[in-house]
């Protein structure tokens, strides 16, 4: 089911069993990952047509383009997927913030550091 989707590209991707993907956003300047979200063949094709990210909302069960309340929208300027057609790579220009929450990415609190060398976390990983 590829809708609008260049027969091509949708037989590449491997998709979860409810028909998404995962797209991880990164800002094209600097490669920061900005946030992940998912993407079925609509979106996608959405996506590649207008240069608009547009995502599937699991929640809500329906597309969205990011920034279309929020006004922080995502340019895009590259997508690729994976060695096995399961995540996509989307290289965007952010506008405002990307994460719901107010924060430039979803990644950027220092709380939800697990592990890391630059300290902050509990247990380097090393013995």
Request: glycine share 10%; charged share 25%; aromatic share 4%.
């Amino acid at each position: 089911m590829s809708g609008g989707l260049d027969p091509a590209i949708a037989e590449r991707l491997t998709r979860t069993a409810d028909g998404l993907v995962c797209a991880v956003v990164v800002e094209h300047d600097t490669s920061q990952v900005l946030m992940v979200a998912w993407m079925d063949d609509e979106a996608l094709h959405r996506t590649l047509t207008t240069r608009r990210a547009t995502y599937f909302s699991r929640s809500r069960g329906r597309l969205w383009v990011k920034g279309e309340t929020s006004g922080h929208t995502q340019y895009v300027r590259e997508v690729r997927h994976d060695c096995d057609a399961d995540t996509l790579l989307v290289r965007v220009e952010q506008t405002g913030p990307a994460c719901h929450t107010g924060t430039r990415s979803c990644f950027d609190s220092g709380e939800r550091v697990l592990l890391s060398d630059a300290g902050g976390a509990e247990g380097s990983g090393r013995a």
